[in-house]
């Protein structure tokens, strides 16, 4: 996941232009990645997934990159709207998961959309 | 949200008291979590479980225990509540399509130990 500090990093931005969130993963062997939304007081929110050997999907107003090279996974939210304000985080899932089927979750980025 | 709710919502406890969460799912899935949520952290998984009868540690265990007696209802208990458990909880459950397996959240537990 990402590298984790004490405070969320954060992006602004204005209402109606795209935002682009970024997260380092740390397992070069992990096959499988998700992108949660988290709003203030509630549970993740499942958003978008993406295989390993995949490089881009495309959802509803949002797009994930996949940069295996640099370890790099990226969200793409086009068009964004005052309701897309939340935490987003990724997630990991190593190849081979053991028992445990367990996703490393990154710490997140706080989205913040400007009227 | 996959069918899952937890309780209580919201609880305030007193250091030294033992405290149970519930996570309660209607879609019969195998595969269930808890994590907490700290300021600064991701995710960090406490428990899972891998069937009835079947748990496991996480990378945070200690002080927390777990029980799944059947397949809809995943507790996890605080056997002595201390400061450092004042957290926000959420279970999870696992769903599989192919080989892709993605968890799903509840929608979390607020606990203050005082």
């Known amino acids: 996941g990402e590298n984790v500090g004490l405070h969320l990093p954060t992006l602004s931005v204005q209402e109606g232009d795209n935002s682009i969130i970024n997260c380092a993963y740390s397992n070069s062997a992990s096959d499988y990645f998700i992108w949660y939304k988290q709003e203030s007081g509630k549970g993740p929110q499942f958003i978008i997934d993406?295989?390993?050997?995949?490089d881009k999907r495309q959802g509803q107003r949002v797009t994930v990159l996949l940069n295996k090279t640099v370890k790099h996974l990226s969200l793409q939210i086009a068009a964004t709207q005052p309701g897309d304000s939340a935490v987003y985080f990724c997630?990991?899932?190593?190849?081979?998961?053991?028992?445990?089927?367990?996703?490393?979750f990154g710490s997140g980025t706080q989205l913040t959309v400007l009227p | 949200d996959a069918g899952i709710t937890q309780s209580p919502r919201h609880k305030v406890t007193e250091t030294g008291t033992p405290v149970t969460l519930r996570c309660h799912q209607t879609e019969n899935h195998r595969y269930m979590y808890w994590y907490r949520q700290d300021p600064g952290h991701g995710l960090r998984l406490i428990h899972y479980?891998?069937?009835?009868?079947?748990?496991d540690k996480g990378e945070v265990s200690d002080g927390y225990s777990v029980s799944r007696s059947k397949t809809e209802d995943f507790l996890l208990t605080l056997e002595s509540a201390t400061s450092s458990q004042t957290s926000v909880y959420f279970c999870?459950?696992?769903?599989?399509?192919?080989?892709?397996?993605?968890?799903?959240f509840g929608p979390g537990t607020r606990l203050l130990v005082l």
């Open positions: 997630a990991e899932k190593p190849p081979r998961f053991g028992s445990a089927r367990q996703l490393t």
């Open positions: 999870a459950i696992s769903i599989a399509v192919g080989a892709s397996e993605t968890q799903y």
């Open positions: 479980s891998y069937g009835v009868k079947d748990t």
């Open positions: 993406i295989r390993s050997n995949m």
